[in-house]
């Protein structure tokens, strides 16, 4: 019994080690001068640290705009996100409206259709009403999801409905039960859609790349993409510093907050 | 008018579902409806271009489009390509996930350490993982060659070889979901009522007969629904390629999403793209639908 947990024991850590590889990799070479990092066999651990390779990477790049057109998009979309799926979670648990089932069943049935179906009436649509080459063609359309709504709701159904009616009967208006009430209950469940949704919109790639032109929106996915497209010019020991810091912000983000983060995926995907 | 009244429900509710229905409606019910008008006209970038937000330009073409969609020479070439990956990708992920669930809801060392590593290429984005992969894998100076080479063997150049490239790339893959695929096998686990197992073992029942009898159908019931997702998750196969091979080479990571975001977006031919788009949504469909019969006749 107590071989066999060792056994086991060791054979998690290697997969740990594993998993972590390629990370490790990634820090280490963005640590490494050009001359180390073409060098074969390549070595485990720099020689030297050249620290370099992030201010000049960082300068090369305008990764400052890059980084706050990718903030100002992700936190905008979580924040919409998050109000507008809580509010139809809300109206979806709690709320008799016209079409209401149909409206549910036609959600969920949205939620098998590839990404591909919608690519180009995206493109096709967000042109037509202007929002081309901007962050609001970022944000706007996408500020609103499924996910979100059937998350929201899954938490406010276990608020107890006589708490609201009693709210009502007091002379509580809707804005307010849902603000006031509905809100502070399920806090966690929103703290946790916020991260997901957060990393989700950071780490987004394919809209950006249909819809912005201009690399002073870029948002750093198309950037750190368009630099694998061009890797003669931008040595690699570059390229991996500027994919550091392009992980880091959520990498952190998840390590602070990962129980909320697991158990958010984790019941999103029993209950869902 | 009481009726009517009675019949809108709670007035109140349509506030709440007011930039639902806006959004929802305009960027997802919109673009599904577009994308099928599309698949049955001959759109072309010049009549878009004139047209109005609420309107899918060109004469209806009837099955043409499918035709076309079906003639291109890439497209079966693409499924057989989406299928080398899926026959790779999706066994892996599936035992790799299964076993690691299993192995961490036991009480070991380290265990929140080693979940929290194997979530992290979950939540970076497919870019920088993909460039993570690229150096790992690159032809002169990569870290698998270099680990290679101490066993005597010379790797190939990974990612322009028509043999390696979808294997790299589907390897990636698994590295990037496992972890995700992990925490649902791990959800069902921890779903099994710890009663079962004090019960067992009051029975005097082995070890391996409590796998063989508690755990190992629970796996079965997941891994049902585990490899919906994994099929549909390999059928949308898309940004890696893009970042990776822009399909190459010589056309052998060109997978069915990969195609109509090029048919598309660089030949503009909007009716076979939409088509195709419209074809996998079809199979996708057709999956779920299949999927969800024989759920509910070994669940039912």
Same mark, same amino acid.
């Given at each position: 019994?107590?071989?066999?947990?060792?056994?086991?024991?060791?054979?998690?850590?290697?997969?740990?080690?594993?998993?972590?590889?390629?990370? #490790?990799?990634?820090?280490?070479?963005? /640590?490494?001068?050009?001359?180390?990092?073409?060098?074969?066999?390549?070595?485990?651990?720099?020689?030297?640290?050249?620290?370099?390779?992030?201010?000049?990477?960082?300068?090369?790049?305008?990764?400052?705009?890059?980084?706050?057109?990718?903030?100002?998009?992700?936190?905008?979309?979580?924040?919409?996100?998050?109000?507008?799926?809580?509010?139809?979670?809300?109206?979806?648990?709690?709320?008799?409206?016209?079409?209401?089932?149909?409206?549910?069943?036609?959600?969920?049935?949205?939620?098998?259709?590839?990404?591909?179906?919608?690519?180009?009436?995206?493109?096709?649509?967000?042109?037509?009403?202007?929002?081309?080459?901007?962050?609001?063609?970022?944000?706007?359309?996408?500020?609103?999801?499924?996910?979100?709504?059937?998350?929201?709701?899954? #938490?406010?159904?276990?608020?107890?409905?006589?708490?609201?009616?009693?709210?009502?009967?007091?002379?509580?208006?809707?804005?307010?039960?849902? %603000?006031?009430?509905?809100?502070?209950?399920?806090?966690?469940?929103?703290?946790?859609?916020?991260?997901?949704?957060?990393?989700?919109?950071?780490?987004?790639?394919?809209?950006?790349?249909?819809?912005?032109?201009?690399?002073?929106?870029?948002?750093?996915?198309?950037?750190?993409?368009?630099?694998?497209?061009?890797?003669?010019?931008?040595?690699?020991?570059?390229?991996?510093?500027?994919?550091?810091?392009?992980?880091?912000?959520?990498?952190?983000?998840?390590?602070?907050?990962?129980?909320?983060?697991?158990?958010?995926?984790?019941?999103?995907?029993?209950?869902? | 008018?009481?009726?009517?009244?009675?019949?809108?429900?709670?007035?109140?509710?349509?506030?709440?579902?007011?930039?639902?229905?806006?959004?929802?409606?305009?960027?997802?019910?919109?673009?599904?409806?577009?994308?099928?008008?599309?698949?049955?006209?001959?759109?072309?970038?010049?009549?878009?271009?004139?047209?109005?937000? /609420?309107?899918?330009?060109?004469?209806?073409?009837?099955?043409?489009? #499918?035709?076309?969609?079906?003639?291109?020479?890439?497209?079966?070439?693409?499924?057989?390509?989406?299928?080398?990956?899926?026959?790779?990708?999706?066994?892996?992920?599936?035992?790799?996930?299964?076993?690691?669930?299993?192995?961490?809801?036991?009480?070991?060392?380290?265990?929140? /350490?080693?979940?929290?590593?194997?979530?992290?290429?979950?939540?970076?984005?497919?870019?920088?993982?993909?460039?993570?992969?690229?150096?790992?894998?690159?032809?002169?100076?990569?870290?698998?060659?270099?680990?290679?080479?101490?066993?005597?063997?010379?790797?190939?150049?990974?990612?322009?070889?028509?043999?390696?490239?979808?294997?790299?790339?589907?390897?990636?893959?698994?590295?990037?979901?496992?972890?995700?695929?992990?925490?649902?096998?791990?959800?069902?686990?921890?779903?099994?009522?710890?009663?079962?197992?004090?019960?067992?073992?009051?029975?005097?029942?082995?070890?391996?007969?409590?796998?063989?009898?508690?755990?190992?159908?629970?796996?079965?019931?997941?891994?049902?629904?585990?490899?919906?997702?994994?099929?549909?998750?390999?059928?949308?196969?898309?940004?890696?390629?893009?970042?990776?091979?822009?399909? !190459?080479?010589?056309?052998?990571?060109?997978?069915?999403?990969?195609?109509?975001?090029?048919?598309?977006?660089?030949?503009?031919?909007? !009716?076979?793209?939409?088509?195709?788009?419209?074809?996998? %949504?079809? /199979?996708?469909?057709?999956?779920?639908?299949?999927?969800?019969?024989?759920?509910?006749?070994?669940? !039912?």
């Amino acid at each position: 019994m107590k071989n066999n947990k060792s056994i086991l024991t060791i054979l998690l850590w290697s997969t740990g080690i594993i998993f972590l590889l390629p990370i #490790y990799w990634l820090v280490i070479s963005s /640590f490494k001068s050009d001359a180390e990092i073409t060098q074969f066999p390549p070595t485990y651990w720099p020689k030297e640290f050249v620290w370099s390779n992030y201010p000049q990477i960082w300068d090369l790049l305008n990764f400052g705009q890059t980084m706050i057109n990718s903030i100002i998009v992700s936190i905008t979309t979580t924040v919409l996100i998050v109000v507008f799926s809580t509010m139809a979670g809300y109206a979806f648990s709690k709320k008799q409206f016209l079409g209401k089932n149909i409206l549910f069943v036609a959600l969920i049935g949205t939620m098998t259709v590839p990404p591909t179906v919608l690519l180009l009436p995206l493109y096709f649509i967000i042109s037509k009403m202007g929002m081309y080459d901007s962050l609001t063609g970022l944000i706007l359309p996408f500020s609103v999801t499924v996910f979100g709504i059937f998350f929201t709701k899954q #938490y406010i159904d276990d608020v107890p409905t006589e708490l609201l009616e009693a709210a009502r009967i007091d002379g509580c208006g809707e804005l307010r039960i849902f %603000f006031q009430m509905v809100v502070p209950l399920i806090k966690p469940a929103i703290t946790t859609l916020a991260i997901i949704m957060f990393v989700q919109n950071w780490n987004s790639f394919t809209m950006p790349l249909v819809l912005l032109q201009s690399e002073d929106k870029f948002t750093i996915p198309l950037r750190l993409a368009m630099l694998a497209q061009q890797n003669v010019a931008v040595p690699w020991s570059h390229i991996l510093a500027a994919n550091v810091i392009s992980l880091l912000p959520v990498v952190i983000l998840f390590l602070s907050l990962q129980r909320q983060f697991i158990s958010g995926i984790m019941s999103g995907s029993v209950k869902g | 008018m009481r009726k009517i009244r009675s019949s809108l429900g709670d007035l109140s509710s349509y506030i709440f579902i007011l930039p639902t229905i806006i959004v929802l409606g305009l960027f997802l019910v919109y673009p599904i409806l577009w994308s099928f008008l599309a698949s049955f006209k001959d759109v072309n970038p010049i009549l878009l271009k004139n047209s109005s937000l /609420f309107e899918v330009p060109g004469t209806f073409a009837g099955l043409d489009q #499918y035709m076309q969609a079906i003639d291109n020479p890439l497209f079966f070439k693409s499924i057989f390509n989406t299928l080398y990956f899926g026959v790779i990708f999706i066994p892996i992920t599936m035992f790799a996930s299964a076993g690691l669930a299993i192995l961490v809801n036991q009480k070991l060392k380290g265990v929140n /350490f080693v979940r929290s590593v194997l979530f992290i290429p979950y939540i970076i984005s497919v870019v920088s993982a993909s460039l993570i992969f690229m150096f790992l894998f690159n032809g002169d100076r990569g870290l698998v060659n270099a680990l290679l080479q101490n066993f005597g063997v010379t790797g190939p150049n990974w990612l322009s070889s028509t043999l390696w490239a979808m294997p790299v790339i589907a390897i990636m893959h698994c590295w990037e979901k496992i972890g995700y695929f992990m925490l649902i096998y791990l959800a069902g686990l921890q779903n099994i009522p710890k009663e079962l197992y004090e019960a067992a073992d009051v029975d005097g029942v082995t070890t391996f007969q409590k796998f063989r009898l508690i755990t190992w159908p629970l796996l079965g019931r997941v891994s049902l629904v585990v490899s919906i997702l994994l099929i549909i998750d390999a059928l949308n196969i898309f940004q890696e390629i893009i970042i990776m091979t822009g399909g !190459g080479p010589a056309d052998s990571t060109i997978t069915v999403p990969f195609l109509i975001y090029n048919e598309a977006f660089k030949y503009f031919r909007i !009716g076979p793209a939409a088509a195709m788009s419209y074809l996998l %949504f079809v /199979f996708v469909i057709v999956i779920t639908f299949v999927q969800k019969r024989i759920v509910d006749k070994r669940l !039912g």
